[in-house]
């Protein structure tokens, strides 16, 4: 029996029917195949059999949302567990949290910057992570962090399921917009693992911002230390601050400033002009280690007039 094989997860288990959410959002109901088959259990599911067969139909969008609301129980639990976050970071702070499915479930503005594009973006909640991406990039454009005539700077870090593939969908979103617009930017993208993530969350939210900027100021700091104990001999270095004193002294600052102040953001990789082919030399080199991966990139060169990135 021929059709193409996609996960789903059981959102009800009637009798000898289940009612099966896709990856892609579509509710279907379908004759159960195991005794065994359990709500929030993740399945097998053969599209086309079903529909042969007669034993699947699309749930309309009402039914769906009715079952979600009033009869989902784990299976509603499981879809909106978190399995990994993203962060964007440009001055705006936002942080994605997606689930099982790769879609976005949870929305974060964790500055008020964050919140005001939040606000312009409008829902981003079940949206693919390269979708939510382009969605706060145009609304950081309308809201005027980002601009036309400057070099944009923006700041990833993903974490968790599928880590690498979110932070390539995520990277394609920011170069797409670049060749859709004409805008200019350069970014950094990393990816973490999961408790890297947590333990860089708890000590962010003392400073309110992301863990994405965490990381990018641990970054620079330690480049920052090392310049000065080579500076001074490998002796112990000058003008540094505890790490503790420089975030809270650095933290408000825009990923633009953090990366022109310390010497940071002059990426591996251009893309020429609007509608050229990409010219990237920079990679990811996926590992699970705890210091990520990280790539640099400038896609489209921009100037540094200082315009954009509030």
């Given at each position: 029996i021929g059709g193409d094989v996609v996960k789903g997860i059981v959102m009800e288990v009637d009798g000898k029917d289940l009612v099966v959410m896709k990856k892609n959002g579509e509710f279907i109901k379908m004759k159960k195949e195991s005794q065994s088959a359990r709500v929030g259990q993740e399945i097998s599911v053969r599209s086309e059999k079903a529909g042969r067969k007669g034993t699947a139909r699309r749930l309309t969008a009402l039914a769906a949302s009715f079952l979600l609301f009033f009869g989902a129980g784990?299976?509603?639990?499981?879809?909106?567990?978190?399995?990994?976050?993203?962060?964007v970071d440009i001055n705006p702070g936002i942080e994605l949290d997606y689930n099982m499915f790769d879609k976005v479930i949870r929305v974060t503005g964790v500055n008020g910057d964050g919140e005001d594009?939040?606000?312009?973006?409008?829902?981003?909640?079940?949206?693919?992570?390269g979708t939510a991406v382009k969605m706060i990039l145009e609304a950081a454009e309308e809201k005027e962090f980002i601009k036309d005539g400057s070099e944009n700077f923006v700041n990833l870090l993903v974490s968790g399921r599928n880590k690498s593939e979110n932070l390539e969908k995520a990277k394609n979103a920011i170069k797409n917009y670049h060749a859709e617009?004409?805008?200019?930017?350069?970014?950094?993208a990393e990816t973490g693992t999961m408790e890297k993530y947590k333990a860089f969350k708890a000590e962010a939210a003392g400073l309110e911002i992301t863990p994405g900027k965490l990381n990018l100021l641990?970054?620079?700091?330690?480049?920052n230390e090392e310049t000065e104990r080579n500076r001074n001999g490998d002796t112990e270095p000058l003008g540094i601050k505890p790490f503790a004193d420089f975030a809270k002294g650095n933290k408000d600052l825009?990923?633009?400033?953090?990366?022109?102040?310390?010497?940071r953001g002059n990426g591996n990789g251009t893309l020429k002009d609007k509608g050229n082919e990409e010219d990237e030399?920079?990679?990811?080199?996926?590992?699970n280690d705890e210091t990520g991966n990280e790539e640099s990139g400038n896609p489209g060169k921009g100037n540094s007039s200082g315009k954009g990135n509030k």
């Open positions: 784990a299976g509603g639990y499981a879809y909106y567990a978190p399995k990994g976050y993203v962060d594009v939040l606000e312009t973006a409008g829902n981003l909640k079940n949206k693919g992570v617009t004409g805008l200019q930017f350069t970014y950094t641990k970054k620079v700091y330690g480049e825009s990923v633009k400033e953090i990366m022109q102040t310390f010497n030399t920079g990679d990811v080199i996926d590992s």
